[in-house]
């Protein structure tokens, strides 16, 4: 893409020539409203204001219409909100959390009233299953340590899902799964067919497991059914697919539940749908009246379905999602703090399936029902958190969708092809995204639910890494069958680290299976376990045609491109670094063999820049878009252009990092070598550790940490404090199994919203041994980002298509841009926007200015050059410290033409 100038007519020819444009009018201010307030304390028979509000947020959703905002105080409401009204592009309604406050929509309620399993009820429970009888869970009510409540769950949900302390609790299990979804302990079968599971672990009686649900994870496919007969050594069941069987292809992972017999463990529940028990043997043995229980019992939190141009801003959710429909347009979710978003045990095939019948169509299991379901058209969600979902992340189906900056993690837990982010419909935009700890893959494409036709897609400047936890044959990027990427880039995005369980198998970082075909996919960097390289494309015998493999790099791994059988026609490899595959109809050149040393600028850094001795720099062929931005006299190999700035993948965090062995105080703790260096050990319950001045900026209400557990400890708890040992707790976290002490995962909890500079304290909880190592942990935000294209006002400048999806161009000396109610919070201190800058028009400024065109200039940012037009990079500049709600008004200086083109802008 090129500047977008207007000065001239010639310019505008030639501008039009190069790209086509989409010129919008500027946007109206935010038509007035009224403002109603939400909170705890009050009624819904109260007139909503500040001094008399409602108690729901469903109040004030059947109150609000065009231009109303609600705001909502701290605390948690459960219920689903529906509003009644649409909003309209110039007078939206927005549903937002006061100032500081930490708002939650929850699909659970609490279940108290708990009672001990006694002698008698246990007698009972027996003489109706003698299966029973010398179970771990005869031993364990006998000691006391069952206890049962009276609870009707929700019939129509589709898995019940139980919390304790706000911790998830797995289903009872055999074997003992622990408590990390993504990465359960299974057994590994022996031997199947398509109906019956051998293995050798299977020691109990026969029709010990008759009714139980059998789970079984083998090679591509996940399946789950009922246990119809069962013995020592096997199990058969019923409703399995036949698509490959319980006989081990690859592997093949099982489990069973579903029956009282497999509570065997703390740290379980069971639930007798019929006698409406919920029986649960806590973590710490001990009476669950003294944890906060809840259970699942709506779906959804927020509903837009058949609604418009609404916003919801730094809302949580928890145990529930956020959906729209195919009818709603220009709705927003910004800042929103998803927690089990959805849940499932049982894997079905999806009601959406659009391909005919066949025997591997229980892979669509939750592909277009579960996760953030953002349906319709030109609807976004931004700047979010979304953590645990046993099917997808999130789900974008129509038009013009867009999913940007936001973490998404421990996801499609049941390992279908639901994903982090799983894309159906056209022209969707799927852009700086974190997705992190998959059961399948990170970002998905399914002809059985989105169809041959997968056209005009950005995915790009993503970060996506440990995919395929719990099957194989997967990628980071999986586009399966026979689809269409006309139009689709698949460009400038981090594909690293797949699972163990994966990269013993084809795990690259995009995957084209099955002739997927006109693929553009370039810039792309992969590294450690991307098996099979960047990219793998696979006709499988049949055929593919119009790819486009341009300037990938491979870091770590040998290749970075595979070629599989079949036929290839007008297909080009070029400029990569690393081993790519030929084949006849594959044009192939200028490509950098392994076996050749790229001399990147620090990969054991993992930055794999060139450096000026490299051999790849000004040796590839021209490629446009790949190469854009070059400097030398030719482009370079691979994904970074020698001596422009590097580019950067995945969401944009405003962090403090902090070791976890540089501790300025501690009780109990100790240090050893492990993960990236040393790491804090030895951390049993009533231990602690203190660290000296940890910034917390403006504000951060995220915690994040890398932390390593075994199996038998999995379950411990610390809280984090500020201040003192006895200050404020401001969160608390439950640790997963990582599979050992020194195998560390990222655990990322809510914070209390904290800012300024505080003593931080992490006390371990409980008595008992083996909480946690701690490698390393941060306090964080994610950096909000502004949609240049969503000026409220402008003045000279034009929409286009490009950067993450559109950008503001023509933006001339003299020229301004408007964004009304920017909140800075508690304070920001810099300014950075995503620009690209041809090198000839570098140097020139524009200033950053509040309330009015003329008004109070917080900071001034000079452009450096990126490399051209359609390069885009982040630059930062310093602003006066600046907090509160202000409009912003970008303001072009001089009088000369190209300033620079605006994808988005942030202040951080």
Same mark, same amino acid.
């Given at each position: 893409m090129g500047m977008i100038f207007k000065r001239s007519a010639l310019a505008l020819m030639t501008a039009t020539a190069a790209i086509a444009l989409t010129v919008t009018?500027?946007?109206p201010a935010q038509a007035a409203g009224s403002t109603h307030y939400v909170s705890p304390a009050g009624w819904d028979t109260n007139p909503g204001t500040s001094g008399s509000p409602?108690?729901?947020?469903?109040?004030?959703?059947?109150?609000?219409?065009?231009?109303?905002?609600?705001?909502?105080?701290?605390?948690? /409401?459960?219920?689903?909100?529906?509003?009644?009204?649409?909003?309209?592009?110039?007078?939206?309604?927005?549903?937002?959390?006061?100032?500081?406050?930490?708002?939650?929509?929850?699909?659970?309620?609490?279940?108290?009233?708990?009672?001990?399993?006694?002698?008698?009820?246990?007698?009972?429970?027996?003489?109706?299953d003698p299966f029973l009888t010398g179970t771990e869970f005869s031993s364990a009510a006998a000691s006391g340590r069952i206890f049962r409540a009276s609870v009707v769950l929700n019939a129509s949900l589709p898995g019940n899902q139980v919390f304790v302390d706000g911790g998830m609790l797995g289903e009872a299990q055999w074997p003992y799964p622990g408590n990390n979804p993504t990465r359960p302990v299974h057994y590994s079968a022996d031997a199947g067919t398509t109906t019956t599971l051998y293995d050798s672990e299977l020691t109990?009686?026969?029709?010990?497991?008759?009714?139980?649900?059998?789970?079984?994870?083998?090679?591509? #496919?996940?399946?789950?059914?009922? #246990?119809?007969?069962?013995?020592?050594?096997?199990?058969?069941?019923?409703?399995?697919?036949?698509?490959?069987?319980?006989?081990?292809?690859?592997?093949?992972? /099982?489990?069973?539940?579903?029956k009282l017999e497999a509570l065997s463990h703390p740290g379980q529940w069971f639930y007798d749908a019929t006698a409406h028990q919920l029986y649960l043997w806590t973590a710490d043995g001990g009476n669950p009246g003294s944890h906060a229980v809840e259970a699942k019992q709506r779906n959804v939190a927020i509903n837009l379905s058949g609604r418009s141009y609404i916003s919801v801003v730094g809302l949580g959710i928890r145990a529930a999602t956020a959906q729209t429909s195919a009818t709603s347009t220009g709705n927003v979710f910004d800042g929103i703090r998803a927690d089990y978003v959805s849940h499932s045990m049982d894997l079905d095939v999806d009601p959406n399936k659009v391909t005919p019948t066949d025997a591997c169509d229980v892979l669509t299991a939750g592909e277009t029902t579960t996760g953030i379901l953002l349906r319709g058209t030109s609807n976004t969600l931004r700047n979010s958190t979304v953590d645990h979902s046993s099917g997808n992340g999130v789900l974008i189906a129509g038009s013009g969708n867009v999913v940007t900056n936001n973490r998404i993690t421990n996801v499609d837990y049941r390992g279908s092809y639901a994903a982090g982010i799983n894309i159906l419909g056209t022209?969707?935009?799927?852009?700086? $995204?974190?997705?992190?700890?998959?059961?399948?893959?990170?970002?998905?494409?399914?002809?059985?639910?989105?169809?041959?036709?997968?056209s005009g897609h950005d995915i790009s400047y993503n970060d996506l890494s440990d995919y395929g936890n719990l099957v194989v044959d997967v990628g980071a990027i999986y586009?399966?069958?026979?689809? $269409?990427?006309?139009?689709?880039?698949?460009?400038?995005?981090?594909?690293?680290?797949?699972?163990?369980?994966?990269?013993?198998?084809?795990?690259?970082?995009?995957?084209?299976?099955?002739?997927?075909?006109?693929?553009?996919?370039?810039?792309?960097?992969?590294?450690?376990?991307?098996?099979?390289?960047?990219v793998l494309i696979n006709p499988n015998g049949g055929s593919t045609s119009g790819n486009k493999i341009y300037n990938n790099t491979s870091g770590t791994d040998p290749k970075s491109v595979s070629l599989f059988g079949g036929t290839y026609t007008?297909?080009?490899?070029?400029?990569?670094?690393?081993?790519?595959?030929?084949?006849?109809? #594959?044009?192939?050149?200028?490509?950098?063999?392994?076996?050749?040393?790229?001399?990147?600028?620090?990969?054991?850094?993992?930055?794999?820049?060139?450096?000026?001795?490299?051999?790849?720099?000004?040796?590839?062929?021209?490629?446009?878009?790949?190469?854009?931005?070059?400097?030398?006299?030719?482009?370079?190999?691979?994904?970074?252009?020698?001596?422009?700035?590097?580019?950067?993948?995945?969401?944009?965090?405003?962090?403090?990092?902090?070791?976890?062995?540089?501790y300025t105080s501690s009780s109990g703790v100790s240090t050893h070598s492990a993960g990236t260096g040393t790491v804090m050990g030895s951390f049993d319950g009533g231990d602690w550790a203190q660290y000296g001045g940890v910034d917390f900026g403006s504000g951060r209400n995220l915690f994040s940490a890398s932390i390593g557990s075994e199996l038998p400890y999995s379950g411990g708890r610390f809280e984090i404090r500020i201040d003192s040992l006895t200050g404020p707790v401001i969160g608390t976290v439950t640790v997963e199994n990582t599979g050992g002490f020194d195998t560390f995962l990222t655990k990322t909890v809510p914070i209390t919203l904290t800012s300024g500079t505080h003593d931080v304290y992490l006390k371990a909880l409980g008595t008992g041994p083996g909480v946690a190592n701690i490698d390393h942990f941060s306090v964080e935000r994610i950096a909000s980002q502004v949609e240049a294209e969503s000026a409220n006002a402008s003045s000279g400048t034009t929409?286009?298509?490009?950067?993450?999806?559109?950008?503001?161009?023509?933006?001339?000396?003299?020229?301004?841009?408007?964004?009304?109610?920017?909140?800075?919070?508690?304070?920001?201190t810099v300014f950075a926007a995503n620009l690209a800058v041809d090198p000839a028009y570098a140097g020139q400024s524009f200033a950053v200015r509040l309330g009015s065109?003329?008004?109070?200039?917080?900071?001034?940012?000079?452009?450096?050059?990126t490399g051209g037009w359609s390069a885009y990079r982040t630059q930062s500049t310093p602003i006066a410290p600046t907090s509160g709600v202000h409009d912003v008004v970008l303001v072009a200086l001089g009088n000369r033409a190209g300033v620079a083109n605006v994808d988005w802008f942030s202040f951080e």
């Amino acid at each position: 893409m090129g500047m977008i100038f207007k000065r001239s007519a010639l310019a505008l020819m030639t501008a039009t020539a190069a790209i086509a444009l989409t010129v919008t009018l500027p946007a109206p201010a935010q038509a007035a409203g009224s403002t109603h307030y939400v909170s705890p304390a009050g009624w819904d028979t109260n007139p909503g204001t500040s001094g008399s509000p409602f108690r729901t947020v469903q109040k004030c959703a059947a109150t609000a219409v065009a231009g109303d905002t609600c705001v909502i105080a701290s605390g948690t /409401y459960r219920e689903t909100v529906t509003p009644a009204h649409s909003g309209t592009p110039s007078a939206r309604i927005t549903f937002r959390a006061a100032d500081g406050a930490n708002v939650v929509i929850d699909g659970s309620d609490p279940v108290t009233n708990w009672s001990a399993v006694s002698a008698s009820d246990l007698s009972a429970l027996q003489a109706a299953d003698p299966f029973l009888t010398g179970t771990e869970f005869s031993s364990a009510a006998a000691s006391g340590r069952i206890f049962r409540a009276s609870v009707v769950l929700n019939a129509s949900l589709p898995g019940n899902q139980v919390f304790v302390d706000g911790g998830m609790l797995g289903e009872a299990q055999w074997p003992y799964p622990g408590n990390n979804p993504t990465r359960p302990v299974h057994y590994s079968a022996d031997a199947g067919t398509t109906t019956t599971l051998y293995d050798s672990e299977l020691t109990q009686p026969a029709g010990f497991w008759t009714g139980a649900r059998l789970t079984s994870h083998n090679w591509f #496919v996940s399946e789950t059914g009922t #246990v119809t007969a069962s013995g020592p050594g096997s199990v058969t069941a019923a409703g399995l697919p036949s698509c490959v069987g319980l006989g081990p292809n690859q592997q093949n992972l /099982y489990s069973l539940s579903g029956k009282l017999e497999a509570l065997s463990h703390p740290g379980q529940w069971f639930y007798d749908a019929t006698a409406h028990q919920l029986y649960l043997w806590t973590a710490d043995g001990g009476n669950p009246g003294s944890h906060a229980v809840e259970a699942k019992q709506r779906n959804v939190a927020i509903n837009l379905s058949g609604r418009s141009y609404i916003s919801v801003v730094g809302l949580g959710i928890r145990a529930a999602t956020a959906q729209t429909s195919a009818t709603s347009t220009g709705n927003v979710f910004d800042g929103i703090r998803a927690d089990y978003v959805s849940h499932s045990m049982d894997l079905d095939v999806d009601p959406n399936k659009v391909t005919p019948t066949d025997a591997c169509d229980v892979l669509t299991a939750g592909e277009t029902t579960t996760g953030i379901l953002l349906r319709g058209t030109s609807n976004t969600l931004r700047n979010s958190t979304v953590d645990h979902s046993s099917g997808n992340g999130v789900l974008i189906a129509g038009s013009g969708n867009v999913v940007t900056n936001n973490r998404i993690t421990n996801v499609d837990y049941r390992g279908s092809y639901a994903a982090g982010i799983n894309i159906l419909g056209t022209d969707q935009t799927v852009t700086h $995204n974190t997705v992190a700890n998959s059961g399948r893959s990170d970002i998905n494409i399914d002809n059985k639910v989105a169809g041959t036709i997968a056209s005009g897609h950005d995915i790009s400047y993503n970060d996506l890494s440990d995919y395929g936890n719990l099957v194989v044959d997967v990628g980071a990027i999986y586009i399966c069958c026979n689809v $269409n990427l006309a139009g689709t880039t698949i460009h400038h995005n981090l594909l690293h680290d797949a699972a163990p369980l994966a990269a013993s198998a084809p795990a690259p970082g995009v995957y084209l299976d099955l002739s997927t075909y006109n693929a553009t996919v370039h810039n792309n960097v992969a590294w450690n376990g991307t098996t099979y390289g960047v990219v793998l494309i696979n006709p499988n015998g049949g055929s593919t045609s119009g790819n486009k493999i341009y300037n990938n790099t491979s870091g770590t791994d040998p290749k970075s491109v595979s070629l599989f059988g079949g036929t290839y026609t007008t297909t080009e490899v070029a400029n990569n670094i690393g081993d790519a595959d030929t084949a006849a109809g #594959v044009t192939s050149s200028s490509n950098l063999a392994h076996t050749t040393n790229p001399l990147f600028t620090n990969p054991t850094a993992l930055d794999f820049s060139l450096t000026s001795a490299s051999p790849a720099r000004g040796a590839a062929v021209v490629r446009p878009p790949a190469t854009d931005g070059y400097t030398d006299p030719a482009p370079s190999i691979g994904a970074y252009q020698y001596g422009v700035p590097t580019w950067q993948g995945g969401t944009r965090m405003a962090r403090a990092i902090v070791q976890g062995e540089s501790y300025t105080s501690s009780s109990g703790v100790s240090t050893h070598s492990a993960g990236t260096g040393t790491v804090m050990g030895s951390f049993d319950g009533g231990d602690w550790a203190q660290y000296g001045g940890v910034d917390f900026g403006s504000g951060r209400n995220l915690f994040s940490a890398s932390i390593g557990s075994e199996l038998p400890y999995s379950g411990g708890r610390f809280e984090i404090r500020i201040d003192s040992l006895t200050g404020p707790v401001i969160g608390t976290v439950t640790v997963e199994n990582t599979g050992g002490f020194d195998t560390f995962l990222t655990k990322t909890v809510p914070i209390t919203l904290t800012s300024g500079t505080h003593d931080v304290y992490l006390k371990a909880l409980g008595t008992g041994p083996g909480v946690a190592n701690i490698d390393h942990f941060s306090v964080e935000r994610i950096a909000s980002q502004v949609e240049a294209e969503s000026a409220n006002a402008s003045s000279g400048t034009t929409v286009a298509t490009g950067g993450t999806g559109k950008v503001a161009g023509s933006f001339d000396g003299g020229d301004s841009l408007t964004f009304r109610s920017v909140d800075f919070g508690t304070g920001r201190t810099v300014f950075a926007a995503n620009l690209a800058v041809d090198p000839a028009y570098a140097g020139q400024s524009f200033a950053v200015r509040l309330g009015s065109c003329s008004g109070t200039t917080v900071g001034t940012m000079t452009v450096a050059s990126t490399g051209g037009w359609s390069a885009y990079r982040t630059q930062s500049t310093p602003i006066a410290p600046t907090s509160g709600v202000h409009d912003v008004v970008l303001v072009a200086l001089g009088n000369r033409a190209g300033v620079a083109n605006v994808d988005w802008f942030s202040f951080e």
